[in-house]
């Protein structure tokens, strides 16, 4: 009977469609489906090669990676670096307009504030954590246990000179438990970037569309003690060009994704969260573009901003869609309730599982009754690199110094940051922030007087930047040195303001960790593990902003009717630049005018394909079965937007700029020879491991 149960209910998880479909997935690197690649690509990924290829990956703040020569060099997307870029620009040079290059390593600037790492090791760590929360705890009696727990595993894991991060992460919310062990670099500089109109040449108009024409690189570079890093583990590039059904694979850091979700928690995203942020982005939008147009300053200063709400905006409402399709949530609303019978029928799952749906949604209840508080008098509501510091400041100073994190990304590496910080910009952030909290709660609110103090909110943003001697690196010094003590008896507007509303902010942390976070952790944990035990591990976690490999295959589409060819060239860049005039976002910069009669315009520039992705991938290396680079993600087309709650790839494609463009411009555009040929050395010189993981497919195969 138990094997005729077990098979009815694989019949109906793959009838309701909850088996990854085709190309699906993002797969933790030790949990990788080599056996379903190999089915389907006939090419089975070694140990050695996916090593390789995790050794190599990057990751950057809300962004991807690689190490592509052995001397540090990284290659990410234009957008990913941009704030290295736009920080190292000056009033006389404009590098996010004007593009960058550094012909050598001693012009190379260094990135202020800027981290990176790479995945060392994984360790499974689900017994330590589950065994934290005791039975007959509360959600948020076993939350606090398990949270102990894991900064336990975090803080024994990395080293005194803090060269190591260990996070642990939670996969399939909960259901199990991962310590990732990171090397740190935070020496980075930046190599080269080309100009902003090529990098996102469309604007907002493309963005999310294909074809698409972008140039969205940057290259930077990881020192250590002062000289390029000595890289073991880096991906070579090849100039061959990608062929129709070529098997590609995607390292890199997704996000977040909800397609394990419950119902509760789609719901809550679709009425709640997506139209408050929209309208939000919408209002914030407008409101910058008046700002970018009062100066040329302006402009540079709140271009990062326009671009990140606008991308922002994009990508929620093409997530948004696919809550709103009413085939989807059918699907999805079928996948819970076939999953819930089966639990059901089962009576020892019943006893342990059964309730977890309920206590989930009643978890999300809260939230929803709860929304203005977390999202208004949250640690958000006093935004800004100002307001950070101050709050920084106010924490660290209460922890024993041996407790403080002495690590790049720590708390107190926050404070003693070098990067640049914009006045107007920052006052332009409060002003806007204050608004809309007051738009919110109401004037007569005690938490918006407390931050308005009697004053307009344009007033009193005002006030706070102009008053405040937080951007003065050597006060920062001071007070952090002084302790509590200096802090407490600081007198200045913005750490005067944060020590009001911290505690409140806190406490608000601590409401959402028990009455949501914990709930959701646990009861979602036994949602998994009633996954685990009728269907095994055969649906891939969702994204978690951690490193993941997808795979997939260089492929055409149809829209409308239409066959979309896989690829563009350089050419068709100039072709359909032309068409629209050659006018701004449409406006190819004068350095490939200049270029275009040396530049091969059969050049394949960026191509699509079904690899699965989603926000965080951007600057993933897109590499062949040889481990070689054969582009880097930057975009999916709108159709992968839904992805965030469903894959599919009949029309939903990732899109990446192609290696064949990137070194074909890089010769003939930007004159950065020294970089071509550093990339085109790394390539004929692959690394070991490369070559070792290569051979073995190589033998394998009979060849």
Known sequence: MKKVFACLALLALILSGVMAVADEGMWPYNAF???????????????????????ASVRFPGGSGSFVSPDGLIFTNHHIGRGCTHNVSTAEHDYMKEGFYAKTREAEPKCPGLEVTTLQDIKDVTKEVDDAAKAGM?????????????????????????????????????????????????????????????????????????????????????YENDKPAVIADYLPFTMKAIKEND??????????????????????????????????????????????????????????????????????????????????????????????????????????????WDAIAK?????????????????????????????????????????????????EATILSTQPIDKSLETFQLKLAFELIQSKLGANDAFVQTLL????????????????????????????????AAVDASTDPIVTLLKKIDPEARAIRKEVDDNVTSVVRRNGGYIAKARFKLYGTEIPPDATGTLRLSYGATKSYKENGKKVRYYTTLGDAFEYAAKHENKEPFKLPASWMKAKPSLDLKTPYDSVN??????????????????????????????????????????????ITNSTAVVETLQKVYN????????????????????????????????
């Open 33 to 55: 489906p080599k056996g379903k690649v190999k089915a389907r690509y006939g090419f089975e990924p070694t140990q050695a090669w996916l090593d390789h290829l995790r050794l």
């Open 247 to 356: 098997p590609i694979f995607v390292s890199g850091h997704p996000g977040s994704t909800g397609r394990l979700q419950t119902m509760a928690q789609l719901e809550f995203q679709r009425d709640i969260s997506f139209p408050y942020r929209l309208a939000t982005l919408d209002w914030q939008i407008k409101q910058l573009f008046d700002y970018a147009k009062k100066s040329e300053e302006n402009r540079r200063a709140a271009e990062n901003m326009i671009f990140g709400a606008q991308n922002s905006f994009k990508a929620i409402t093409g997530y948004q869609s696919g809550l709103l399709d009413k085939n989807v949530m059918a699907r999805k609303a079928a996948d819970e309730k076939s999953l819930r019978d089966a639990v059901m029928k089962d009576p020892e799952m019943s006893k342990s599982y059964g309730g977890a």
């Open 363 to 411: 978890a999300i209840q809260w939230q929803k009754d709860n929304f203005n508080r977390i999202t208004f008098m949250s640690e958000a509501a006093v935004p800004g690199r100002l307001a950070a510091i101050a709050r920084n400041l106010i924490r660290v100073t209460e922890m024993p110094a041996e407790a403080r994190g002495r690590g790049p990304m720590s708390p």
């Open 610 to 655: 079904t690899t699965d992705i989603i926000g965080g991938n951007s600057g993933s290396p897109a590499v062949n079965k040889d481990g070689e680079v054969v582009g880097i993600i930057f975009d999916g087309n709108i159709q992968s937007l839904p992805w965030n709650f469903q894959y599919e790839d009949e029309v939903g494609r990732s899109v």
């Open 453 to 484: 103090a009697g004053k307009s909110p344009a007033e009193r943003a005002d006030e706070l930047v102009n008053g405040t001697k937080l951007a003065d690196l050597e006060y920062r010094k001071e007070l952090l040195s002084g302790g509590k």
């Open 138 to 222: 509360s959600d948020a009696e076993a939350g606090a246990a398990q949270r102990a727990e894991i900064q336990k595993l975090e803080k024994d894991c990395t080293d005194a000179e803090h060269s190591i991060r260990c996070d642990v992460v939670t996969l399939y919310a909960g259901g199990m438990y991962h310590l990732y062990k990171y090397k740190r670099y935070s020496d980075i500089r930046l190599v080269m970037a080309p100009e902003y109109d090529i990098a996102f040449f469309g604007g907002d108009p493309d963005n999310f569309t294909y074809p698409r024409y972008d140039l969205d690189v940057t290259f930077l570079r990881a």
């Open 672 to 703: 950065a020879p020294e970089l071509a040929n550093e990339l085109m050395s790394a390539s004929k010189a692959k690394p070991a491991a490369a070559e070792k993981s290569i051979s073995v497919e190589k033998k394998a195969a009979g060849n």
